[in-house]
Every structure is written in structure tokens, then in C-alpha cells.
């Protein structure tokens, strides 16, 4: 009735996002669900576990609590079509795409999921550079 074709679910100020930046904000704050659960355990299993192996544990749940702490921003920076949450985007996808080759011989299912899901992060925002701004 009021609406033109094709702009159902458009933004009102001029910027679009397109749908595969959204879909890319949304894996994002997905990796950061993963990434905090994660985290959280390796820290309270570390202190469980105790010794040098149990600090190992915890500095790596600790590293994965703050690489979650950076998808939240570049999620929410994304979301705002702002330049510097694509570029944090495009560096945590790159480097979870790069763990998750690593991974591939230990646990192939999973590592080609987490492909996949960075690799569509990096496909949808190194393609859309255009609808982000400063």
C-alpha cells in the first residue's frame, strides 16, 4: 500500500545495508557465543587442571575472551555500516579461517564449518566496502 516494490525492510536515512552484511554482522555475534563459551570453560578448566598445563588453559581462555570481546564490536560496528568494524571483521574472519585450517586434520567437521562461516564473513565483507563509511 505504501510501500514502493522492493523496499520492505529498507532504513529511512539513505544507507542500505545489504542483507550479506547483516548475515556477516550475525556470524559474527554466532563466533562470539562460541568464543566466550569457549573461553569461559578453557579459564575454569585451567584452574581446575592447575600446574603449567592449567595456566596455559587460562591464558588461552583469557586471549578468547578478548577476541570475543572484539567480534561484539565489529558485529555492532558492521551493523552501523562503520568502516572500522569491517576491517576488525575481515582480520577475526581471516584469522578464524586460518585456525580452522590448522584444525582440519584433528577435527575436519568442524574446521570446514568454521571455514565456511569466516569465509562468508570475508566474501560478504570484502565485497561491500562501498556501503561502509567512516
Known amino acids: 500500500m505504501g510501500q514502493e516494490p522492493g523496499s520492505y525492510g529498507a532504513r529511512s536515512g539513505g544507507d542500505e545495508r545489504p542483507g550479506v552484511v547483516t548475515a556477516a554482522a550475525v556470524l559474527l555475534f554466532i563466533g562470539v557465543a562460541f568464543g566466550l563459551l569457549g573461553g569461559l570453560f578453557a579459564v575454569t578448566g585451567g584452574g581446575f587442571i592447575g600446574g603449567s598445563l592449567g595456566g596455559v588453559a587460562i591464558v588461552f581462555g583469557i586471549v578468547m ?26 582480520v577475526l574472519a581471516a584469522i578464524g579461517a586460518l585456525m580452522s ?27 561491500t566496502a562501498s556501503a561502509f563509511h567512516r
Open 65 to 90: 575472551l578478548a577476541v570475543g570481546g572484539l567480534e561484539i564490536y565489529a558485529g555492532v560496528q558492521v551493523l552501523a555500516l562503520k568502516e572500522q568494524g569491517r576491517m576488525i571483521g575481515l
Open 101 to 127: 585450517l590448522l584444525q582440519i586434520g584433528a577435527s575436519p567437521g568442524s574446521a570446514i564449518i568454521g571455514l565456511a562461516i569466516n569465509g562468508f564473513v570475508l566474501y560478504a565483507l570484502g565485497t
